[in-house]
C-alpha cells in the first residue's frame, strides 16, 4: 500500500489539503510519491555533502516521473564518536536509524524510496530498514572520501593518523609531524579512503544488488558521483513500475554473493554484526559459522588500507567491487541469477565487467591469502564465537600465545598502553565493552592504533567483547561470545594468565583448569555498573549477543 491511501476521495480531502500547502499541485497529485531518505548533517564529514546527493537523486525522480520528499535521519561519525562517551551510542544508532525510518514511511505513505548514507552504522540502518518496510527502492551512499597526501608524496588516510598517536606517545613522532598528518589524512568529505566499516557497507549494498555499479567507490567530490545519485533517482521509478522491492533482492544467494565479495575484499568485521542485522530483518538466518566457511572457501584479492596500501579510488580506477564479483563469478563463486537495483539479475551487469587487474585486484589463482580476509574464532573464551580481521594481521601474530593484562573498560585499557605498560608477550584483554555491558560495544580503535603506533603489532595482541574499527589492524581479536557482562569466560580472566590464539586453527582458548574456572565462577560479583540510563539502558535491556549482530531481541 502506498500513497494512494492519503490522495484518493473525499475523506483524503485534508490530507491533500496539508500536501497542497506544501505547493504540491493537482496533476503532481496523480503521481508516484518517492522518499528520499538523506543522513545529510553538518557535523559529520561523511555526510556534509549529502544535501547535494539528495538534489541530484530529486532530480532523477523528477525527471522520471515522481514526486520527491527528502526527509533526514541521524549519523553518527565513528572518527569523533571514538574514545569518549559518543562511542557508545555509535552501534545502538542502528536500530534508532532503522525504527524512525519505518516510523516516517508508515506515518507518511510513500510509494518508492531512494537511501542516502554514507557512514558506518546508518547504511545498514538504512538497509535493516529497507527490508522491514519493504518498498521498491535504492540505495545511493555518499562516496569515499579523497586520499591525503603528504609533502613527501606519501598518500595517508585516518589509519595513519590514528597510529601516529601511539608514535607519538612513544616519542617516534615529532609534534611537526603529527600536525601535518592532521593536517592531511582526511583532505574533503567523504566515507573515509581505506577499507574502513563505511566503505566496507557501501560496497557491499553494491555486492548485494541494491546500489548500482559504483556504489561503493565513486568518489564523494566527483560529478560522476553527482550523476550516479541521478541515475537512481531514475531508476527507483523503474523499479517501481516493475515491481521490484528489497526482499526480491535480499534472498540467501545475495548475502552469499556479499561475503564472497567480503572476504575478497578483506572488509572490515563489523560487517559481520551488519550482514546477520540486515539478514536478519529479511527473513534470513545468516550465522558466524557459515560466515567462516565462506572465509575458508573465498581467497583474498585485495589488499585495502589499513590492510596494505591501496585505497578505495585505487579500487575504483580498477573496475571496483564488480570487477571483484566478475573475478569471482569466473571461479564459479557468485551466483549470477540473482535479481538487483541495476539489471533484471547480476550476470547481466557482470558480463559487461572486467575481472582482475592483477595489482590493485589480484587474479584469482594468485590471491594475497587463500582464505578471506575475515575469520570467526571459537574455544572456550569464545564458544558463541569471536572475530578477527586475520587479513590485516601480521605472519608472525597469526599463532600466539601470551600472557593476559586485564581491563574492565576501553578507557583503563587504553591508557595502560599509553603509558607503555604493555610489553611484549602480552595479550591485552579489555571486557564488559559489549553489546549489552558497554552498552553499545565501544570500536577500540585508540588502543589497537596506538599498538601499532608503539611497534607492539608483532608481539602484543588484543582480545575483546567490543569490537573494532574497519581502521584497525593486528592480532585484534573482537565479538567475544558470550559477552563478559553475560557471564562469558572473558569475566573470569585474571592478569599473567596465558591465552593461546591459532588463528589458522580458528581458535581462542584460556589455559587455566576447570576447576580453576569453578572457583572463579562463584566469587564472580556480575560485571561493574555503568550507571547509564536514557537510551542505553533500554538498549543494553533489549540487544542481543554480537554473535546474533547485536540486533534487538
Known sequence: MGSEVIKYGAAKAPHRSLLKALGISDAEMKRPFVGIVNSHNDYVPGHQHLREIGEAAKAGVRYAGGVPFEFQTIAVCDGIAMNHKGMKYSLASRELIADSIEVMIEAHPMDALVFIPNCDKIVPGMLMAACRLNLPCIFISGGPMMVGQLADGTRVGLNEINEAVGKYSAGKLTESQMHELEEKSS????????????????????????????????????????????????????????????????????????????????????????????????????????????????????????????????????????????????????????????????????????????????????????????????????????????????????????????????????????????????????????????????????PTATLMGQELGSSVALITDGRFSGVTRGAAIGHISPEGAAGGLISLIRDDDFIDIDIPARKLELLVDEAEIRRRREEWTGPPDRGVGGYLARYAAQVSSAAQGAIFK
Open 187 to 446: 583532505p574533503g568529505c567523504g566515507s573515509c579512503a581505506g577499507m574502513y566499516t563505511a566503505n566496507s557497507m557501501n560496497c557491499l549494498t553494491e555486492a548485494l544488488g541494491m546500489g548500482l555499479p559504483g556504489n561503493g567507490t565513486v568518489a564523494a567530490v566527483s560529478g560522476a558521483r553527482r550523476a550516479l545519485a541521478k541515475a537512481a533517482g531514475e531508476r527507483v521509478m523503474e523499479l517501481l513500475r516493475e515491481d521490484r522491492r528489497p526482499r526480491d533482492i535480499l534472498v540467501p544467494a545475495a548475502f552469499e554473493n556479499a561475503l564472497r565479495v567480503e572476504m575478497a575484499l578483506g572488509c572490515s568485521t563489523n560487517t559481520t554484526l551488519h550482514l546477520p542485522a540486515i539478514a536478519h530483518e529479511a527473513g534470513i538466518p545468516l550465522e558466524l559459522s557459515f560466515i567462516d566457511e565462506i572465509s575458508h572457501s573465498t581467497p583474498q584479492l585485495c589488499m585495502l588500507n589499513p590492510a596494505g596500501p591501496v585505497f578505495l579510488d585505487d579500487l575504483g580506477r580498477n573496475g571496483g567491487v564488480m570487477a571483484v564479483m566478475r573475478e569471482l563469478s569466473d571461479h564459479g563463486l557468485i551466483d549470477g541469477s540473482v535479481k538487483a537495483v541495476g539489471a533484471d539479475c547480476l550476470a547481466t551487469i557482470l558480463e559487461k565487467c572486467k575481472g582482475a587487474d592483477g595489482e590493485i585486484i589480484q587474479p584469482f589463482d594468485k590471491p594475497h591469502r587463500e582464505e578471506g580476509g575475515i575469520a570467526v574464532l571459537r574455544g572456550n573464551l569464545a564458544p558463541d564465537g569471536a572475530v578477527v580481521k586475520q587479513g590485516a594481521v601480521l605472519p608472525e601474530m597469526m599463532v600466539f600465545r601470551g600472557r593476559a593484562r586485564v581491563f574492565d573498560s576501553e578507557e583503563e585499557g587504553a591508557a595502560a598502553i599509553m603509558e607503555g605498560r604493555i610489553l611484549p608477550g602480552n595479550v591485552v584483554v579489555i571486557r564488559y565493552e559489549g553489546p549489552r555491558g558497554g552498552p553499545g560495544m565501544q570500536e577500540m580503535l585508540t
